[in-house]
């Protein structure tokens, strides 16, 4: 049997990270800078990972990519395909019609058409209404003469009872073939409006997510690799390469949460506070059980309101290149820090680089902090702006990781990324970790990546226990998991939340199980 060699990428706004593993060993690791066309730095990073290992390219078993080009679409407002929706629910739902908050300049890009629809579900599963399957003919007439080809169908509790939104796509199938049919169901959670943005977002994006993949794909071939490739999800877990062609939401922030699960592994501690300080941007989460926490709430991607599963984080504007602004006038000089950086020209702009702004760090090697560039550049900085910077920055990391603090207990604080030589020994009243392998803690989240299922649904408890429907939420998430990709056998809970809804009738509860598995190579 050959060796387990895997090799993580990350790509982030200012850097592609990537390592190449066998099994729990880090074998080589680079940086290289994110290109334009994303690929081109890719390709760079394989390159070098492989050239420093030595490893033939016929024993890498599989590759494990990060990316932030789904989340950029939303932010930047391209490479968006028109959608419809199709809602089932009446006569419910009619003050609140599809698209209803989303910002306009997207809203003129993405909106296909709105159609509301007969049928729908009670929380307990019970028909609002029978599918009004004629309407649902006459709609995919109407957006085949328009030429819309992309489809979200959203249907009134359609996570406890799926076949509604089933037979819609068969329908549409049926009577419009090039229809590309996302189901919200599949998608998001329990919340009518944020799982139908969430599927409208999905489907938006498919047409890039297969140009996207396609191109991943070229680019290991290119470098002569033909192990299967996966992409990394914002739980910490994998898809296959098919699977994110269906599911491309499901990479939102994908980049912070490898950090998370990188840090995890790399100092061995399953319940901590991660801070991954970029070059742009200092991103804090917790973790427990060696997983990023979920946010419990709805979570807004490019002023959309969304629910499905996103690691809850604080993101403040700190990283390596962020530009310290100061203010000479008055007594003592005043100083801002950030939000604006230098990102990726971080080489040619600081000052220990021989550049002409100041960044943070600048003040980091200053201060003695940290050892990069050439110190002789900034030894003759103000003393009093240095101890204000170094100050502003040592704020601005402890406010954030407090926000993340769920308790007074002493946890550990495990500061990764290329810009975590900013971060100070001790933050607040806990003490850091800089494991080994630090700066591309995202890569080796990617590397080391599981593959997850899970389920959000509403049970009625009226007849069936508890435990009953705590099986069937965990089969449903077993179900998910395998299909992704992940080894039957392997598969474990790490995740199960119970919560009564004393407001619905029936003895209501609301169940979130997640499992994870290892890859099926």
Known sequence: MSANYRIGIDVGGTNTDAVIMLDDTVLAATKQPTSEDVTTGVQQALQEVLNESGISHSDVRAV???????????????????????????????????????????LELVDGGRYLVKGGYEFDGRLINPLDEPEIIRIAQELKHKQITSVAVNCVFSPVNDDTEKRVREL??????????????????????????????????????RKTVQAFGNALETRGLTCPFFITQNDGTLMSAEFVERFPVLTFASGPTNSMRGAVFLSGEQDAIVVDIGGTTTDVGLVQQGFPRQAAMSVDVGGIRTNFRMPDMVSVGLGGGTIIASNDEGIEPSIKIGPESVGYRITEKALVFGGDTLTATDIAVASGRAQVGE?????????????????????L???????????????????????????????????????????VANAVGAAIAQVSGEVDRIFSLAEMTREDALAQARAAATEKAVAAGAKPETISLVDQEDIPLAYLPGNATRIRVKVVGDLEF
Do not use: Y
């Not at 090039?178 to 969430?198: F, I, T």
């Not at 110190?375 to 704020?395: C, E, F, P, T, Y």
């Open 397 to 439: 990391i402890t406010d954030t990781v407090e926000k993340n603090r769920l308790s007074a207990a002493q946890i550990p604080v495990i500061v990764v990324g290329g810009g975590s030589i900013l971060a100070p020994e001790k933050i607040g009243d806990l003490t850091t970790i800089r494991p080994n392998h630090f700066s």
């Open 375 to 395: 110190v002789s550049h900034v030894q003759d900085l103000d003393k009093a702006l240095l101890n204000k910077a170094l100050s502003g920055i040592d704020q």
């Open 172 to 209: 549409l199938a049926a009577e419009h073939p090039e229809c590309d049919v996302v189901l919200s169901s599949e998608v998001g959670r329990v919340g009518l409006l944020e799982r139908e943005s969430a599927a409208v977002l999905n489907a938006s994006l498919r047409t890039l997510s």
């Open 64 to 106: 494990m990519i990060g990316t932030t080009h789904f989340t950029n679409a939303v932010v930047e407002r391209k490479h968006l395909t028109k959608t419809a929706v199709i809602r089932v629910c009446l006569p419910a739902t009619l003050s609140v019609p599809p698209f209803i908050d989303w910002p306009s300049d997207i």
